[in-house]
């Protein structure tokens, strides 16, 4: 991959989301102090806001805490397809769960498109939202996928799911089958957002950013108590939601062992042909998928894929490219005004973990949603609203976070990620847990800092520097090479000293310095 080469002349210089871009959100205080609520809720994307809005709705003193700020982790940098048909997925659950629960899944998730709807209407949000066909393909050539998608169109029939099948799709795919789902939806789930969680403070709703929680609760007679990290601020409360992505509170679970982090990239192009419409899934590989967007009076189009497991050393622009040579080759490009990627987990068993860590603990978590955290954040929302106010809710076994089904993929999954405990220690993978105070002197790591991943060294003397860890020259991350004490950019060499001055270009800037707050 050459980062001169004429296909990369288009791609903006650094990622940054549309949805970000285009929606001016509110900001919130930091807690200066200790605190008394009913629910306490951690993470500030869709999950998170859904659950504080429908609990201060029911009545409950309600308070969201966010580590950085609101919606800037996956929900800010999703594709926003708001769908039950989650890829190849329907057949593989008929297997290891039984037909009833797949039809739990698809009820759930419908019952989460719905509502979202509703809702929208309900609170008179402007949030571009329509209605439209989900579409999931095979492509020419590709007989293998052929297969496996004609068995996912028979769990279609079996579980009595509306799907269509067809040979031909409406864009300039080619194409050897696809399964169509009518009645599906797409929005800007930002501006979305913004309402419900203007709809959250009218109801006495309490928001802070920058507050991390740490993982000790303390549990006394029926309350809970978290802690935050730097302050040791306390929260008391009756319930605790973690809807953060790793749960904050692991309880012994070990769910970092349990989720596997996957990063897939996302162009929002101007085509030069025009789009037809509908919302589209490659069903083989690699990744690629397809959905229409408004922007300043033009119809854009989000070309999206490139998924891998996230990892070290991976050049993130060279995904980029490859989507940009796809997205050329079937609508052309006029221009590509954003660019982003996101992070999402995917469980076990590919359903996600959903509800009551036990029967004795009121800590509830949501995680796991396969990059579908419209509907699935949507529905944990729904259910751990039910779960909370003691309302039966149909879908609470089939997502309890303590199952597990035996299946041969699980099997292949625990044997080829033996080592992801740890790999996730020695902070080598994107989702970081560790912290500045970890670091020995003479040591270095990317940690997380408020909220949202940064690189430390503490020298010999026990001083910290801090750094961003976005590449000044084309926005990849950079990681620490313990060899030479530096920061090093897997995507085009370009390498830094320990406090963020260039060693090396490409990159002419120096990399962000950021306040350790020791």
Request: charged fraction near 25%; glycine fraction near 10%.
């Amino acid at each position: 991959m050459n980062p001169e080469n004429k296909l990369s002349q288009s791609l903006p210089q650094f990622p940054e989301s549309l949805w970000r871009d285009t929606t001016d959100l509110p900001s919130f205080p930091k807690l200066a102090g200790d605190h008394d609520t009913d629910v306490a809720v951690v993470g500030g994307g869709i999950t998170g806001i859904t659950t504080a809005y429908l609990l201060s709705k029911a009545g409950y003193k309600v308070t969201l805490l966010e580590a950085g700020v609101l919606l800037n982790g996956t929900t800010g940098f999703t594709t926003a397809k708001i769908t039950a048909q989650h890829g190849m997925f329907y057949d593989d659950l008929i297997k290891h769960f039984g037909e009833e629960n797949a039809r739990l899944y698809y009820q759930s998730n419908s019952a989460a498109i719905e509502w979202i709807i509703s809702t929208a209407k309900e609170l008179n949000l402007s949030c571009g939202m329509e209605r439209e066909a989900a579409y999931l393909y095979a492509d020419a050539g590709d007989e293998k996928t052929l297969k496996q998608l004609e068995k996912e169109f028979k769990a279609y029939e079996k579980l009595g799911l509306p799907g269509e099948w067809l040979e031909h799709v409406p864009l300039p795919l080619r194409v050897e089958g696809a399964i169509k789902m009518p009645g599906q939806a797409r929005f800007h789930p930002l501006q979305y957002l913004q309402g419900l969680i203007k709809a959250f403070l009218d109801n006495g709703g309490v928001i802070y950013e920058h507050t991390v929680i740490g993982e000790k609760v303390e549990q006394d007679g029926g309350g809970l108590t978290l802690i935050t990290e730097k302050s040791q601020h306390r929260i008391s409360c009756r319930h605790a939601v973690s809807a953060s992505h790793f749960p904050f509170y692991d309880g012994g679970d070990l769910y970092f062992t349990r989720l596997k982090p996957e990063r897939s990239y996302v162009l929002a192009i101007q085509p030069e042909t025009d789009f037809e419409g509908g919302m589209y899934l490659s069903a083989g590989g690699p990744t690629r998928s397809l959905r229409a967007v408004e922007w300043e009076g033009k119809r854009l189009v989000l070309v999206g894929g490139e998924s891998h497991k996230t990892g070290q050393g991976i050049c993130t622009f060279g995904h980029y490219e490859k989507l940009e040579q796809f997205a050329g080759q079937l609508l052309g490009i006029k221009s590509i005004p954003y660019r982003w990627s996101a992070q999402d987990l995917v469980t076990l068993d590919r359903v996600p973990y959903i509800g009551r860590v036990s029967e004795k603990e009121e800590i509830y978590i949501a995680t796991g949603f396969k990059k579908w955290g419209m509907t699935s954040g949507t529905m944990a929302a729904l259910m751990i609203s039910d779960q909370i106010q003691r309302k039966d809710n149909p879908y609470t076994e089939l997502y309890d976070p303590s199952r597990f089904k035996a299946s041969p993929s699980i099997k292949n999954f625990i044997v080829t990620n033996s080592n992801v405990a740890k790999e996730f220690v020695a902070g080598k993978l994107d989702f970081v847990h560790r912290k500045t105070s970890d670091l020995k002197p003479d040591e270095g790591a990317v940690v997380r800092h408020d909220g949202k991943r940064a690189g430390a060294y503490r020298d010999s003397e026990g001083k910290l520097h801090l750094v961003d860890t976005t590449c000044t020259h084309m926005g990849c991350e950079v990681e620490w090479n313990d060899g030479e004490r530096s920061w090093d950019c897997p995507c085009h060499g370009s390498r830094f000293s320990y406090d963020g001055e260039v060693f090396e270009g490409p990159a002419t800037m120096p990399l962000t310095k950021l306040d350790p707050e020791e």
